[in-house]
């Protein structure tokens, strides 16, 4: 079976086991419109049945797109390894992640900076999770 090289695929940096967190309801609205999803979690082994990755560069995988619901500050660590990890290029920035240093820092690496929620983007409704 040949792959799809328009598989939709996401990693969701800061995803949680938590279904009350975004980084959770994430994970959920993307699987429903038919993403294959990649959490990223620096402890979890495992969020809604998907294999949890502690970074981005340990995703097997090439991937396109990053969804962050972690804080700026921690953003603009993890921005780095999101810009060395081959093929992703897309970043959201979800409410409550973004901020100027964090946006211009991923300008800066050659990513396109979504600052707006990912959820919404893709047609979903966060209050449905």
Same mark, same amino acid.
């Given at each position: *079976? #040949?792959?799809? *090289?328009?598989?939709k695929?996401v +990693?969701?940096?800061? +995803?949680?086991?938590d279904?009350?967190? =975004?980084?959770? !309801? +994430?994970?959920r609205? =993307?699987?429903?419109?038919g993403? #294959?999803? =990649?959490?990223?979690? $620096? /402890?979890?082994k @495992?969020?809604?049945? @998907? $294999?949890?990755?502690? /970074?981005?560069?340990?995703?097997?995988?090439r991937?396109e797109?990053?969804? =962050?619901?972690?804080s /700026?500050?921690i953003?603009?660590?993890?921005? &780095?390894?999101? %810009?060395?990890k081959?093929?992703? #290029?897309?970043?959201?920035?979800? $409410?409550?992640?973004?901020? &100027? %240093?964090?946006? @211009? !820092?991923? #300008?800066?690496?050659g990513?396109?900076?979504?600052?707006?929620c990912?959820i919404?983007?893709?047609?979903?409704?966060p209050?449905?999770?």
């Amino acid at each position: *079976m #040949r792959k799809n *090289m328009d598989e939709k695929k996401v +990693a969701i940096v800061g +995803a949680s086991r938590d279904r009350m967190k =975004f980084g959770n !309801k +994430a994970v959920r609205a =993307f699987l429903e419109k038919g993403y #294959r999803v =990649f959490p990223v979690h $620096p /402890s979890e082994k @495992q969020i809604e049945g @998907q $294999p949890a990755y502690r /970074s981005v560069l340990e995703i097997p995988e090439r991937v396109e797109m990053a969804s =962050f619901y972690i804080s /700026s500050s921690i953003g603009l660590k993890v921005i &780095e390894e999101v %810009a060395r990890k081959e093929g992703m #290029r897309i970043v959201y920035l979800n $409410p409550g992640a973004e901020s &100027e %240093a964090l946006i @211009q !820092k991923g #300008r800066a690496l050659g990513l396109e900076i979504r600052d707006t929620c990912s959820i919404l983007a893709i047609g979903a409704d966060p209050r449905k999770y």
